[in-house]
């Protein structure tokens, strides 16, 4: 069996979370990655990471359009849009940039940057 690649192993976490599939994301990762959600929060660890997934102040699960994805070594960058639902504010779009560090064929760090659109 071939290995995924890095790319493939990207598009599955996105696709594990619009179906909100924590197996499918949690495949994608090491034991230890870190999701820093920056201006929101740092996850350490599969357990940290799988309680973000599906974070109570959301419903749903988000509809995310990746527009570009660019690699360079163990680097995998994906931009995009997106929309939610806020159980406070109802539906909203924002914009997202996930830098994927790798290690050993796996996600190891995830830095996310989301913002809110119009």
Same mark, same amino acid.
């Given at each position: 069996?071939?290995?995924?690649?890095?790319?493939?192993?990207?598009?599955?976490? /996105?696709?594990?979370?619009?179906? &909100?599939?924590?197996?499918?994301?949690? =495949?994608?990762?090491?034991?230890?990655?870190?999701?820093? !959600?920056? $201006?929101?929060?740092?996850?350490? $660890?599969?357990?940290? /990471?799988?309680?973000? !997934? *599906?974070?109570?102040?959301?419903?749903?699960?988000?509809? @995310?359009?990746?527009?570009?994805?660019?690699?360079?070594?163990?680097?995998?960058? =994906? &931009? $995009? *849009?997106?929309?939610?639902?806020?159980?406070?504010?109802?539906?909203?779009?924002?914009?997202?940039?996930?830098?994927?560090?790798?290690?050993?064929?796996?996600? =190891?760090?995830?830095?996310?940057?989301?913002?809110? @659109?119009?």
């Amino acid at each position: 069996m071939t290995r995924p690649t890095q790319r493939e192993l990207v598009a599955d976490y /996105f696709a594990g979370f619009r179906t &909100t599939d924590h197996r499918r994301i949690l =495949a994608t990762l090491t034991d230890d990655v870190e999701w820093v !959600i920056h $201006g929101h929060r740092t996850t350490r $660890g599969k357990a940290e /990471f799988d309680s973000e !997934i *599906e974070n109570p102040a959301f419903t749903g699960s988000p509809e @995310l359009d990746v527009q570009h994805v660019h690699e360079a070594g163990a680097v995998v960058v =994906a &931009t $995009g *849009e997106g929309r939610g639902t806020s159980v406070d504010h109802g539906p909203f779009r924002f914009a997202f940039n996930d830098l994927f560090t790798f290690r050993d064929g796996l996600i =190891a760090r995830v830095d996310s940057y989301v913002v809110p @659109l119009p």
